[in-house]
């Protein structure tokens, strides 16, 4: 078992450092070019949920925490921003509270698409959690 802890702030530049370093923080566990990057997608969609969404073009703080057990990866995404007032509503295919800025309202339906287990707390005004797991094929099987 493995476990990091991240937090930084909500700027765009962030996104790639996150994704990055949970790319780096599961290369041990030998994942295959698709699986890493779907966690990689995951990882870019939940960030910049949260520059764009849940600070609003202010600054705040976005903690990524990762932990691996045995071919299984967790991923835990968090911000004490806006929230969401309907998440059941928010999870729904393209919808999105920024319509004129053109956003694809694709974000949380990519994350469950790439990752095996998904789901989203949040209460407005409070701030979002998105957790994530992702299953691996075993390490063996991928060394070939």
Same mark, same amino acid.
């Given at each position: ?18 994704? /990055?370093?949970?790319?780096? %923080? ?13 966690? $990689? ?29 045995? /071919? ?22 393209? %919808? ?29 005004? $409070? ?6 797991? $992702? ?6 099987? /991928?060394?070939?």
């Amino acid at each position: 078992m493995n476990e990091m802890s991240l937090k930084f702030l909500s700027k765009s530049e962030n996104e790639v450092f996150a994704r /990055n370093a949970v790319a780096a %923080f599961v290369l041990p566990m030998n994942p295959t070019l698709d699986e890493l990057s779907d966690v $990689k997608t995951a990882v870019s969609e939940a960030v910049t949920n949260c520059i764009v969404h849940a600070y609003r073009g202010k600054s705040g703080w976005i903690t990524l925490t990762c932990r691996s057990d045995e /071919n299984r990866l967790h991923i835990e995404i968090s911000d004490d921003g806006a929230g969401i007032e309907d998440v059941d509503r928010a999870l729904e295919p393209f %919808f999105t509270t920024l319509e004129s800025e053109e956003r694809s309202g694709m974000g949380f339906t990519i994350m469950q698409s790439f990752m095996d287990e998904f789901s989203v707390t949040s209460a407005a005004g $409070k701030g979002t959690k998105v957790t994530m797991c $992702k299953n691996f094929a075993a390490g063996a099987s /991928n060394a070939g």
